[in-house]
């Protein structure tokens, strides 16, 4: 079994920052990708970033040039570095990976409040 620990989230005013971490631990495969995933209240969960084990990375475009991820290969862990943070910022948080075998994994959601 795979866990993923997240840390980091919190309350914030608009224009600060905030960094996320997850930390991988577990029965996991060769990891392909990790990545945070986001979601709102009454709104679907959405892609914010992903990395992969080669250092491809996506962003979302509303967070392109204010986020940042990065990944620590050797300690199975992604950071996410949130910059200008705005109120529509505001969501649950969540670590994903993905393995090579297509393997889904989820941490547990943190909660970020950016404060107009």
């Known amino acids: 079994q795979v866990q993923l620990v997240e840390s980091g989230g919190g309350l914030v005013q608009a224009g600060g920052s905030l960094r996320l971490s997850c930390a991988a631990s577990?029965?996991?495969?060769?990891?392909?990708?990790m990545g945070w995933f986001r979601q709102a209240p009454g709104k679907q969960r959405s892609l914010v970033a992903l990395?992969?084990?080669?250092?491809?990375?996506n962003y979302a475009d509303s967070v392109k040039g204010r986020f940042t991820i990065s990944r620590d290969n050797a300690n199975n862990t992604v950071y996410l570095q949130m910059n200008s943070l705005e109120p529509e910022d505001t969501a649950v948080y969540y670590c994903?990976?993905?393995?090579?075998?297509?393997?889904?994994?989820w941490g547990q959601g943190t909660q970020v409040t950016v404060s107009s």
């Open positions: 577990g029965s996991i495969l060769s990891i392909n990708s």
């Open positions: 990395i992969t084990t080669r250092g491809s990375i």
């Open positions: 994903w990976l993905l393995d090579y075998g297509l393997h889904n994994y």
